[in-house]
């Protein structure tokens, strides 16, 4: 694989429900452009078109998929996002910022949904085939917090993709527990935030950690 420095610069957001990703991906963004940085910005599932098609099936109130078959749809949507999206914008050397990636794959369908971590790893090797995060950014709230936050949002934007905010409280204990195994297991590629703090304070943290890695970067 190419080195970093050669194919731009992959940041994944991740957390739970209501972790704020979305406002903090925006701002960053936002951040990146006064520096005269233009990052492509993107969300898994559903990334491309055809990802839509895929996020409306498996987030949709009352779906009930097979835990493995919603892991493979999740996996089709990445080696699409992946090969139409994320790889070429790579190649050209841009800053991709992804509202989640595989971190939230073994988070949900690993712990979650209790899958193997092994079975998931094996499918993400063929579906994003040697596309890896630079950086996950872990924005961690306890889920009692960030289920009322996301809930309140989705009621807010009459949102009726609510399929997993709607899983029990365990459930979202599970995936927390998952996401941060999984920065505790790996701390070169994974940074954790408190995002149960105000947001201001979550997204200024969070420009601060970027700002290191693009300074790392152009040091290289
Ligand atoms: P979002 O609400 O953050 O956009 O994400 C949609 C849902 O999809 C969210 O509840 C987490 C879930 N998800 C998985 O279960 N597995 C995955 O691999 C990804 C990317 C998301």
């Known amino acids: 694989m190419s080195q970093p420095s050669e194919r731009g610069l992959f940041i994944v957001l991740e957390g739970g429900e209501g972790a704020g990703k979305g406002s903090v991906l925006s701002a960053?963004?936002?951040?990146?452009?006064?520096?005269?940085?233009?990052?492509?910005?993107?969300?898994?599932?559903?990334?491309?078109?055809?990802?839509?098609?895929?996020?409306?099936?498996?987030?949709?109130?009352?779906?009930?998929?097979?835990?493995?078959?919603?892991?493979?749809?999740?996996?089709?949507?990445?080696?699409?996002?992946?090969?139409?999206?994320?790889?070429?914008?790579?190649?050209?050397g841009r800053v991709v910022l992804c509202d989640r990636f595989v971190g939230s794959t073994i988070a949900y369908q690993g712990g979650g949904r209790g899958l193997s971590s092994a079975m998931i790893l094996e499918l993400q090797k063929i579906a994003a085939a040697g596309v890896a995060a630079d950086l996950n950014i872990l924005l961690d709230v306890p889920p009692a917090i960030g289920l009322k936050r996301s809930l309140k949002r989705l009621a807010e934007e009459k949102s009726s993709e609510d399929l997993f905010e709607r899983l029990d409280l365990?459930?979202?204990?599970?995936?927390?527990?998952?996401?941060?195994?999984?920065?505790?297991?790996?701390?070169?590629?994974?940074?954790?935030?408190?995002?149960?703090?105000?947001?201001?304070?979550?997204?200024?943290?969070?420009?601060?950690?970027?700002?290191?890695?693009?300074?790392?970067?152009?040091?290289?």
């Not at 999984?182 to 408190?194: G, L, M, N, P, R």
């Open 28 to 92: 960053v963004a936002e951040g990146l452009r006064a520096q005269g940085i233009e990052p492509l910005c993107t969300r898994a599932p559903g990334g491309t078109a055809e990802g839509q098609v895929i996020r409306s099936a498996l987030v949709q109130s009352g779906a009930a998929w097979e835990p493995t078959a919603e892991l493979l749809l999740m996996m089709a949507d990445r080696a699409q996002h992946v090969g139409r999206l994320i790889r070429p914008a790579l190649e050209t």
């Open 170 to 220: 365990s459930f979202h204990e599970r995936v927390r527990a998952s996401f941060l195994d999984q920065a505790a297991a790996d701390s070169e590629h994974w940074t954790v935030i408190d995002a149960s703090r105000p947001i201001v304070v979550v997204i200024a943290e969070v420009q601060v950690r970027l700002d290191e890695l693009l300074e790392k970067r152009s040091a290289a």
